[in-house]
């Protein structure tokens, strides 16, 4: 794998595999919302703005430079791609929504740069291309998509958004474990700095702890229950 390129990841195990009671046909579902993806022409250069390289470049314009996070969805992301759930082949589908409206997906065996830079690099592509292939098989790993994201999920969803400030605060493990295996759980976690994820199109929202997390431990929490309830080790 070259700078940059993504490129299918070869060592996920196929989820027939994994013990997991016959009722669970599909695995869990992420939805990341609210992620700060922007592009920008600096120094005659199209590249994803980011807060700590093009500071300068976005306070000249009087920019928030919050809105100029493409970190979080990196470490979002790698915290989804790298547990051991997604290893197991049980996470079934990754959407992400950018704060621009732009709606696209990343599949679950794609093996994503180490670095937020090259990251970056792979995500002007998507936005210049609407795919990005994997350059060995051509392969497509991430691609644009039709609106809304509920138009992907499949018709049995339970769809959980979290946000700290849901008055429903639960302890995550038995949430998780008392769900019912047969509907498909589709978890939404905001990848912005400030704000919640809208929770108009949810069939529930929660908050997993009483202090402000970062969506990266967040989604940990989700990883770490659902690999307890289907025996991932
Ligand atoms: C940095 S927070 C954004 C702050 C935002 N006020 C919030 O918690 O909704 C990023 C994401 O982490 C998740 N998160 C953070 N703390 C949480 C908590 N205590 N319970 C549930 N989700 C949380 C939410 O999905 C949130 O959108």
Redesign the pocket.
């Known amino acids: 794998m070259e700078k940059g390129e993504v490129a299918p990841d070869n060592r996920l195990t196929d989820n027939s595999l994994v013990h997991s009671p016959q009722c669970v046909r599909s695995g869990a579902i992420f939805i990341i919302?609210k992620a700060s993806l922007k592009k920008g022409l600096v120094r005659k250069t199209w590249k994803i703005l980011n807060s700590d390289d093009d500071a300068q470049f976005l306070l000249k314009q009087k920019k928030n430079l919050n809105h100029y996070r493409p970190d979080i969805v990196h470490e979002t992301l790698r915290a989804i791609l790298d547990s051991p759930l997604n290893k197991a082949g049980m996470v079934a589908a990754i959407y992400v929504r950018t704060d621009e409206g732009l709606l696209f997906e990343v599949k679950p065996h794609v093996r994503i740069p180490r670095t937020c830079k090259r990251f970056c690099g792979v995500i002007m592509e998507l936005l210049q291309k609407s795919s990005v292939r994997s350059k060995d098989t051509n392969e497509v790993l991430l691609r644009v998509l039709e609106k809304p994201v509920t138009r992907h999920l499949p018709e049995n969803s339970h769809i959980v958004?979290?946000?700290?400030?849901?008055k429903k605060l639960v302890d995550i493990e038995n949430y998780v474990s008392v769900m019912s295996d047969s509907v498909s759980p589709v978890y939404?976690?905001?990848?912005?700095?400030?704000?919640?994820?809208k929770d108009d199109y949810m069939h529930d929202y929660?908050?997993?702890?009483?202090?402000?997390?970062?969506?990266r431990y967040?989604l940990g929490l989700i990883c770490e229950a659902l690999e307890q309830k289907w025996n991932i080790f």
């Open positions: 919302d958004g979290l946000s700290y400030s849901s939404v976690v905001g990848a912005m700095v400030n704000g919640n994820v929660i908050a997993v702890s009483n202090y402000p997390l970062s969506a967040s």
